[in-house]
């Protein structure tokens, strides 16, 4: 985990040299793996956002997913301890927007959204996302200059190898960890203009003006050592 800190302490870093403005800029789509992957969240659902043109990728947590259990006796961090899971991936299929210039990535830790911008085929998109508190929920809003410019889909893949189904315009995880912990996540979309389409686990999407995705997440988890 000690990258981890040493990523927030670098955040934290350039943060502070640039409160004036409170955000970070990048040019380019974040790498894999998550040192470059922009943060959001609200203290139980969370996210790491890559910033692709043609293919977002949102990891999503959610605080209680853990594989550890009842065992006062485990030494911390030893064998069977547990160790802290993430629910999964959300992808954005955009594959008509790989080709795309203007491109601008950016985390605003006054108001705490991430956003990315590009242009398309003389079109200029933006994505928008932030993590609700009140409403524990992650907000994706995608949007552009021009009617009927988003046409792709959207698909949910488990860390747990548990698969996913549609229906409508939701598509829904729930899943049980070994130590019994279950678990559940999916993501509601909303389109203006355009229509959606159920395809296998996936939701097509085809001639949107803008989109609108909800992501929820849970656990049956409690906090309480007597249950």
């Known amino acids: 985990m000690n990258w981890i ?8 870093f350039f943060t502070c040299v640039r409160a004036s403005d409170k ?5 380019s789509g974040a ?5 470059e992957a922009v943060p959001i969240g609200n203290g139980r659902v969370g996210g790491l956002l890559y910033g692709h043109p043609e293919k977002e990728k949102i990891i999503v ?8 259990d009842d065992n006062p006796s485990q030494v911390w961090g030893g ?8 629910l999964g991936n959300l992808t954005i299929d955009l594959p008509q927007h790989k080709d795309n210039t203007h491109y601008k990535r950016a985390l605003d830790i006054g108001d705490a959204v991430a956003t990315v911008e590009y242009e398309s085929h003389g079109v200029q998109y933006k994505r928008e996302v932030f993590v609700s508190h009140p409403s524990e929920v992650m907000v994706i809003r995608l949007t ?3 009617g009927q410019s988003y046409t792709g889909h959207i698909e949910l893949q488990d860390s747990h190898k548990v698969g996913a189904h549609a229906s409508n315009n939701t598509i829904a995880i729930d899943g049980k960890l070994q130590n019994g912990l279950r678990f559940a996540w999916e993501v509601s979309i909303h389109n203006t ?6 395809n ?15 992501v929820s997440a849970g656990t049956d988890y409690v906090f309480d050592d007597s249950k």
């Open 23 to 27: 955000v970070f800029w990048y040019e």
């Open 144 to 146: 552009a200059n021009k």
């Open 200 to 214: 296998g686990a996936l939701i097509e999407f085809n001639g949107c003006d803008s989109l609108t995705l909800i």
């Open 31 to 35: 790498a894999d793996g998550m040192n």
């Open 61 to 68: 947590n959610e605080i209680t997913l853990w594989t550890g």
């Open 5 to 12: 800190v040493l990523s927030v302490i670098i955040q934290v």
């Open 79 to 86: 064998p069977g301890f547990g160790d802290y899971q993430t």
């Open 193 to 198: 203009g355009g229509s959606l389409k159920v």
